[in-house]
Nanobody, 117 residues
Framework: QVQLVESGGGLVQAGGSLRLSCAAS????????MGWYRQAPGKQRELVAT???????NYADSVKGRFAIFTNNAKNIVWLQMNSLKPEDTAVYYC???????????WGQGTQVTVSS
């Protein structure tokens, strides 16, 4: 089992920045990749960015050049630095940890990000 706790959401004006963090505990050795997803009202959950234990990061086209995902050396904390935020970035952001033991991996409780115009 992996437990994920997110923090760092809030209200920000367009053009501003926020940094989200996600701390993993439990069977962190089983984590193959971590990522951030988001879900806006009335829309499906979508990928924002992922970072594997080894390999290249991956970003949604809509956030490339504005967001950055990174982890600590222990690979048990992942951050999402969000710059040049737009109102369309408003959503609940979820942290995800992929392992080989559970389809779809484990999810955090989500943190609200609201960008005002």
């Amino acid at each position: 089992q992996v437990q994920l706790v997110e923090s760092g959401g809030g209200l920000v004006q367009a053009g501003g920045s926020l940094r989200l963090s996600c701390a993993a505990s439990g069977s962190i050795f089983s984590i193959n990749a971590m990522g951030w997803y988001r879900q806006a009202p009335g829309k499906q959950r979508e990928l924002v960015a992922t970072i594997p234990r080894a390999g290249r990061t991956n970003y949604a086209d809509s956030v490339k050049g504005r967001f950055a995902i990174f982890t600590n050396n222990a690979k048990n904390i992942v951050w999402l630095q969000m710059n040049s935020l737009k109102p369309e970035d408003t959503a609940v952001y979820y942290c995800n940890a992929l392992t080989g033991t559970k389809v779809g991996g484990f999810w955090g409780q989500g943190t609200q990000v609201t960008v005002s115009s």
